[in-house]
C-alpha cells in the first residue's frame, strides 16, 4: 500500500449515523484487491479520531458515530449490516463495544466480509455480578451522579497502569470526558443493559473470515477469561497481544493499534487473495 499521507473528509449525515467521517486515498481507485476497513467504535460511540487512523495510511476506512435510542447489540448490528451493504469487500475492525457489535455481524456471515479484527472485545457479558448490578442503577443516576459518580467509575475500570507514560498519555479523568463529551447519560444506560444481555459464544464457530483478536497486557475491564473463549470459540483466529498496553490502546499507542491491524489485513486477507489459485 502507498504511504501516501490520507485526507480526512466528512460525509454527509445520514439517519441513525450521524458525523460520518470517511478517511480516503486517492491512490486506492487503483488496488481493485484492497477491502475497505470499517471501524466500529467503542462505548462511548464516537468515530474513530484522525490520530487513529493515521497508522491507516493508503488504506481506506471508514467510521461512523454509533446511533442513539438502541437498547441491543444486534440492533447496532443491524444498522451496520445496512451501513457495509455497499463495499464489495470489507474487514471490521470493531474495539470494545464496537468489537461486541462487528463480532454479532460476522456471525451472520454478510456478503463482502473478508476480514475480522477485534480489539477488547468479548463474547458475553464482561461485567461480575456486582458490576452488572451497579450498572444497571446507572440509568438512575441523575444530575452530578451521571459525571461523578458513574463515569468516574467507569473511567477507572478502563485504566491501566501504562496509560500516563503511554506514547500518547492519558489519565482516567481523560476517560471521563471523553464519554460526557460523546455519550448522553440514556443512552450509556441503554448500552449497558445491552452488555449484559449479550452472548455469542456459541455463534462463534460461524465466523468463516480470518481473525485478529488485539488484546492488551492489561485489561481489568475484560480480562483474561473472555478473550480465551474469543480465541477458542472463531475457527480461523489468531491473537496479538500488545505488551504494556491496557484496555483503552487505541487511544493510547494508536501507532501500534493501526499498525497490528494493518499488518493483519495484508498478511492474512490480501496475502491469501495473493496466493489464492488462479481458476480454470
Not at 495510511?57 to 448490528?77: C, D, F, I, Q
Not at 491501566?160 to 492519558?170: G, I, K, L, V
Not at 485489561?219 to 473472555?226: M, N
Request: charged share 20%; net charge positive.
Amino acid at each position: 500500500m502507498s504511504a501516501t499521507a490520507p485526507t480526512v473528509r466528512t460525509a454527509p449525515t445520514k439517519p441513525l449515523h450521524r458525523a460520518t467521517a470517511r478517511l480516503t486515498l486517492d491512490d486506492m481507485s487503483t488496488n481493485d484487491t484492497a477491502p475497505v476497513i470499517i471501524a466500529v467504535p467503542c462505548f462511548a460511540g464516537a468515530p474513530w479520531d484522525e490520530r487513529q487512523l493515521r497508522p491507516f495510511a493508503g488504506w481506506t476506512v471508514v467510521t461512523r458515530r454509533l446511533p442513539e435510542g438502541l437498547g441491543r447489540v444486534e440492533a447496532y448490528a443491524d444498522v451496520l449490516a445496512a451501513q457495509v451493504r455497499e463495499y464489495a469487500r470489507f474487514v471490521l475492525a470493531g474495539d470494545s463495544y464496537g468489537a461486541a457489535i462487528a463480532l454479532e455481524l460476522a456471525t451472520r456471515r454478510p456478503a463482502g466480509l473478508v476480514g475480522l479484527a477485534l480489539s477488547g472485545g468479548f463474547a458475553s457479558n464482561p461485567l461480575p455480578i456486582w458490576k452488572a448490578a451497579a450498572a444497571r442503577l446507572s440509568r438512575f443516576s441523575f444530575g452530578p451522579l451521571w459525571p461523578h459518580a458513574t463515569l468516574r467509575f467507569h473511567a477507572s475500570q478502563l485504566a491501566s497502569p501504562y496509560d500516563r507514560t503511554a506514547p500518547e498519555p492519558h489519565a482516567p479523568n481523560d476517560f471521563r470526558r471523553f464519554f460526557l463529551s460523546h455519550t448522553n447519560r440514556e443512552t450509556y444506560a441503554a448500552r449497558v443493559l445491552s452488555v449484559v444481555n449479550f452472548d455469542v459464544r456459541s455463534r462463534l464457530h460461524e465466523i468463516d473470515v480470518p481473525t485478529l483478536v488485539l488484546s492488551p497486557s492489561y485489561d481489568h475491564l475484560v480480562g483474561r477469561r473472555l478473550t480465551d473463549e474469543l480465541v477458542a470459540g472463531i475457527p480461523d483466529v489468531r491473537e496479538i497481544v500488545l505488551e504494556r498496553t491496557g484496555h483503552m490502546f487505541r487511544f493510547t499507542h494508536p501507532d501500534q493499534y493501526g499498525a497490528a491491524i494493518v499488518a493483519f489485513v495484508e498478511r492474512e486477507v490480501l496475502g491469501r487473495t495473493r496466493r489464492r489459485p488462479a481458476g480454470p
